[in-house]
């Protein structure tokens, strides 16, 4: 008898611990905490959502609701933060691809075109 009481409390301790984390787990930002690798899928959002800002800054400014120093700085604003997106974008792009593949990819380009050349030029 005295071990199913025991049991019952680890039970019933486990149980109050799970409950109050999912109480308050909303409090608490966790994506900051776990870094999983979705930063190009957190970019492209980012900058979709400021790109729909700035068409709606434009939008709002034709429809005289917003002073043109008001779109002026709006505009600037949003357009560095974007330019700033795209930026890590390209970066990000740059680190992943393979200079080798590159380097090999150009060649076969560059051979292509001057096969093509010599086409077009028997076919005058």
């Known amino acids: 008898m005295h071990d199913i009481s ?4 680890i039970f019933t301790a486990s149980l109050a611990v799970v409950c109050l984390f999912l109480i308050l787990s909303p409090l608490f930002k966790w994506d900051s905490y776990l870094h999983v690798s979705t930063n190009g899928q957190d970019l ?58 590159m380097a090999e990819v150009e060649k076969e380009i560059e051979a292509q075109m001057k096969i093509y050349k010599n086409k077009k030029g028997e076919g005058k």
């Open 44 to 101: 492209a959002t980012t900058k979709e959502a400021l790109l729909t800002t700035l068409n709606e800054i434009e939008f709002e400014y034709k429809m005289d609701k917003i002073s043109h120093a008001d779109y002026k700085n709006l505009m600037k604003q949003y357009e560095t933060e974007v330019a700033n997106i795209m930026k890590e974008e390209e970066q990000m792009v740059e680190a992943s691809v393979d200079k080798d593949l």
């Open 6 to 9: 025991i049991i019952s409390m």
